[in-house]
C-alpha cells in the first residue's frame, strides 16, 4: 500500500475521533440542521448564528457565514454606504441619505422627545448629514461618531446644528438622533453637566435607549446596553441607575440636579 493512501486513512480515522467543527457551527454551539439559509435563500445545511436589524435569529448557510457583515446588525453585506459602512440588502434600501430626508426624520424624532418624554427646546436646529471623516475630525480623530451636536455663537447669536453620519440605517439614524437632541436639551437645561463626559454622554446614551424603547427598536437598546466603554457604556449605566422610574425629562432633570447641584446651591435652585 503506497505512503499517500496510508496517510488517507489516517486521516480519514483522525476525523472519526475528532470531528471538524466549522466556525459557523462553533459559533453556534449545536448541530446544523437542514433550511433555508436567509442570505442566498438556498437550502442548506445552516447553523442560527446572525441577527436581523429587529434583533430576530436567521439562519445562514456556512458560505453566507463567511461573508463580511453588516456594521449594524449580523447579515452578510452587500453594499457599503456613503458613510463607509458595509450594509446587508434591508439596512441598505432604508438608510438617510439625503439631507431633506434626515432634516424632516430628525424634526419627527423631536416631536417624539417632546410629547413621550417631555423634552422640549424651541430654538431652532440646523440638520445635517456628514461623512465619518468630518464627524471624526470635529471630535478627536479616533472615534467612529456617528452623529455630533454643534452649538456655536455667531455674531453674538446661538446656532445649533446637528450632523449625523450618511447612509445610516433609519433606525439607527433615530436612535442617533435622540442622543444628539439629548445633548441639546442638556445644554440649555443643564449647562453646568456638559462638561462632565461621563455624565453628558450617560445622559445622552439613556436617552436614546429610552426612545428606542418606546419605538420598539430592540436593535439599539441592545447596542446601548452592550457599550462596554467608560464614558458611553458606563455612563449610560451610572445615569440608567441613577433615574430609577423616572420616565420624562423634568423628572430626570431633578435627579440630575439632585446628584450634581449648581455651584453654591444644594438642589440646584
Not at 422640549?120 to 436646529?125: L, R, V
Not at 449605566?237 to 423628572?251: D, F, Q
Request: net charge positive; with cysteine; glycine share 8%.
Amino acid at each position: 500500500m503506497s505512503k499517500r493512501i496510508i496517510a488517507f486513512f489516517l486521516a480519514a480515522a483522525a476525523l472519526c475521533v475528532f470531528p471538524v467543527r466549522f466556525p459557523a457551527q462553533e459559533k453556534a454551539g449545536k448541530e446544523p440542521s437542514h433550511a433555508k439559509c436567509a442570505h442566498c435563500q438556498k437550502e442548506k445545511f445552516v447553523s442560527v448564528q446572525a441577527k436581523n436589524g429587529a434583533g430576530k435569529p436567521v439562519p445562514l448557510c456556512y458560505e453566507c457565514a463567511m461573508l463580511p457583515r453588516c456594521e449594524y446588525c449580523q447579515l452578510p453585506s452587500e453594499t457599503v454606504s456613503g458613510g463607509g459602512d458595509r450594509l446587508c440588502r434591508d439596512c441598505a434600501k432604508d438608510c438617510i441619505k439625503e439631507n431633506a430626508e434626515a432634516e424632516k426624520v430628525l424634526k419627527d424624532v423631536r416631536q417624539v422627545l417632546s410629547t413621550k418624554f417631555k423634552m422640549t427646546t424651541k430654538h431652532k436646529i440646523i440638520y445635517e448629514l456628514g461623512t465619518r471623516r468630518e464627524l471624526n475630525l470635529e471630535a478627536d480623530g479616533e472615534h467612529n461618531e456617528l452623529g455630533w451636536f454643534d452649538p456655536k455663537t455667531i455674531r453674538n447669536k446661538p446656532q445649533y446644528t446637528i450632523r449625523i453620519l450618511t447612509g445610516l440605517p433609519r433606525d439607527v439614524f433615530r436612535s442617533v438622533g435622540a442622543h444628539e437632541l439629548a445633548h441639546d436639551w442638556m445644554s440649555e437645561e443643564l449647562p453646568h453637566l456638559m462638561d462632565k463626559p461621563e455624565i453628558r454622554e450617560g445622559f445622552a446614551e439613556f436617552v436614546a435607549w429610552s426612545f428606542s424603547k418606546a419605538e420598539g427598536n430592540k436593535r439599539m437598546m441592545e447596542y446601548t446596553e452592550g457599550r462596554t466603554d467608560d464614558v458611553y457604556g458606563g455612563g449610560f449605566r451610572k445615569v440608567s441607575a441613577m433615574m430609577g422610574e423616572a420616565k420624562t425629562a423634568p423628572e430626570w432633570k431633578k435627579i440630575l440636579l439632585k446628584e450634581y447641584p449648581l455651584k453654591g446651591k444644594k438642589n440646584g435652585r
